[in-house]
């Protein structure tokens, strides 16, 4: 059986051990100032540390070998059985002793039966305290294993919720990268020198989402900047039935925000709200007031037939996840379908 001892478990057994000792000093402290005898001093030590030793052993024996070996490793009744035969010995040991040798420490006669008397209370009273010290060092050891269990769980949940962003945000630039280039492929045929001028554009974008957006959170000024040129780019696919208005406006352009948190209701916008051959609209704005964000977009609402649904849903999901995993309890989100007017305002306490 292995011991693996950390560097928390010897903080934990110096702060327990600083404890003991201090208990066992302070008959010896007391003494010397109360008798300034150095002599006085060190007989009061000895006898604390004789009182203390027994103890200090239960205690530090339980809390170090027989609860993390035995307790916590499906040997509860060798736990037990070692702490039931420990005091049954230390019983053994002092209730043995000659009830005569008792009553000679005492000179006095009528004082000898409440001597041996008081022998065998002192030592009962002992021994119901080494069973309580068994049980406070299980106790302390329970409530560390308790703590030490939470923060590896709280650890873990951080790491997945690291790992579920990540996922959730490389879903968002795949699924971008493709309808972008879709645009600009269909772009080639009709103007090669805008085409060129979108690739450029593109290389922009993909330059923010691949390298920007790396950390937690962006300043908002790039993350607007970055929607704006995204939403340039994607009018592309547009023709002159289709009217988008975007207001991406900021009062403090340092604050800090999620990246590329909106694309997705933007890429849906243009994806369910633009039909080649009716009127469509697209309103889009983004405001700031002290911490408070405001997204909002409104496009008319053309359902795509099912053979032309592939990733339908799927970028609002994410966004809702993201917005759950980063911002709880912070942001509120208000979605509907009103005479054919698709409306999501989503806003965060940054």
Known sequence: MKIKITKRDLELLGIQAEAWLVLMLVPAITTFFSTHSWMDTYHALTYSMRIIAMPAGVYFVNFCILIPLCYYRGRRWLFFLVNAVFLCGTAWH?????????????????????????????????????????GVALLVHHLVRTKEIKRQLAEEKQKHTEAELEWLKNQLNPHFLFNTLNNISSLVQIDADQAQDSIAQLSDLLRYA??????????????????QNYIDLMKLRCNEKTVVNSQLSTLNSQQEIAPLLFISLIENAFKHGVSSGRDSRIDITLTTEDHLLTFVCENTNYPKDDQNRSGSGIGVENTKRRLELIYKDRYTWEQSLNNNIYHVKVTIQL
């Open 94 to 134: 002092y209730f043995t002793v000659d009830p005569q040798s008792i009553m000679d420490m005492q000179p006095h006669e009528e004082f000898k039966k409440a001597t041996l008397i008081g022998y065998y209370a002192s030592t009962a009273f002992f021994l119901f305290v080494y069973v309580i010290l068994a």
């Open 210 to 227: 691949m390298y920007e957006t790396r950390h937690d959170k962006v300043p908002l000024k790039g993350e607007v900047e970055f929607m």
